[in-house]
């Protein structure tokens, strides 16, 4: 039944405006043109028009009373708004404490949703921090071994420069070596040299000594002779 009158109410609006628009338009098309038997045609369009629409929103206005009448249910027909029985309070407290159990009932599956978020989030947080200490720990680990290589190739860099440097000092020390060897070994020739050469003057002033005596040698020769051979001596032992 409800149905019915509320297809019915939807069909009486559609007319009702349709009618509205046509009257519009039928006004401006008779203001348009000229006339007198257009004026009286639009007159009579007039009329007629406007007792349809006076009748389809008479109807339009009772159906929608009748189906205000029809959705209220007969029992609350008689209830007041502002004076309520008994039974229409306590079926509007009823709901009012059905709300309030579920908004507590939303409110605690809120909270509930909210610390499972968080305990999400801070699981999230807690891995990523683990994902960071790790690479974290691998990149100082990395780091760790480039300075160890680094060290162990400076070390051994200045390893080979000690040992460079001990050979040239030792190649130095050996050339140095052989110089003064060399050296000591020209002087000790040199002086030999010199001895032979003072031994042989030596000789010489002896036979010079000598052939001057001939044959009657006497004390003189002598003497000369004696003092010739000890200027010898001494000039060698000088020499040595």
Known sequence: MLTIFLVIDVILAVMLVALVLVQRSDGALGSIGGGASSIMTTRAKGNFLTRTTAIVAAAFMACSLVLCIISKPEAKA??????????TAKEMAVPV????????????????N???????????????????????????????KKIETKAKE??????????????????????????????????????????????????TQVENAVVNTAEGMGENAKADVTGALKNAEEKIESEM
């Not at 008689?78 to 039974?87: G, Q």
């Not at 939303?106 to 509930?112: I, L, N, S, V």
């Not at 968080?118 to 990395?142: D, F, H, M, Q």
């Open 78 to 87: 008689n209830v007041s708004v502002l004076n309520p029985d008994e039974n």
């Open 97 to 112: 404490s059905d709300m309030e159990v579920e908004v507590e009932t939303e409110a605690e599956e809120t909270e509930q």
């Open 114 to 144: 909210t610390a499972d978020t968080i305990g999400e989030k801070v699981n999230e947080a807690e891995e990523a921090i683990k994902e960071e200490a790790v690479k974290v720990e691998e990149a100082a680990k990395e780091e760790v």
């Open 154 to 203: 400076i070390a051994k860099d200045a390893e080979d420069k000690v040992k460079g440097a001990v050979s040239s000092e030792k190649e130095k020390a050996d050339k140095a070596a052989q110089n003064a060897k060399t050296q000591a070994q020209n002087a000790a020739n040199q002086a030999a040299e010199k001895i032979e050469n003072t031994a042989n003057a030596a000789a």
